[in-house]
């Protein structure tokens, strides 16, 4: 079993997000918010082409007690999803590797 993307939606102004999850479930990037299931679907998209370029990730440390993030960016820089933090850059660097491997998966699940 692959990963998959979930659409979701929130009570917030821009409701309309997605998750990607790995074979184990686990999350491991949530997209931005927009304002419609149409923008979550595009991001999503993005995400299937960006998600294996190494190029697309930046890797952030943080001052918080788990300072390790990423993000991955599209073509034109714009931030497509964020992943969750991490205690260590090994652990960090792992989900990256499970975004490249899960991101260009074509299973996409709607819950709105």
Known sequence: MSGHYIIKKSSSVQPYYFVLRADNNQVILT???????????????????NSPLESRYERK?????????????????EPIG???????????????????????????RDET
């Open 31 to 49: 997209g931005e918010n927009y304002s419609t299931k149409q923008g979550a679907q595009g991001g999503i998209a993005s995400s299937q082409a």
């Open 61 to 77: 440390k943080s001052a918080a007690v788990q300072p390790y993030t990423f993000v991955l960016k599209a073509a034109n820089g």
């Open 82 to 108: 964020r992943s969750e933090n991490y205690s260590t850059e090994a652990s960090r660097d792992a989900g990256i590797s499970s975004v490249k491997a899960n991101g260009p998966t074509k299973d996409i």
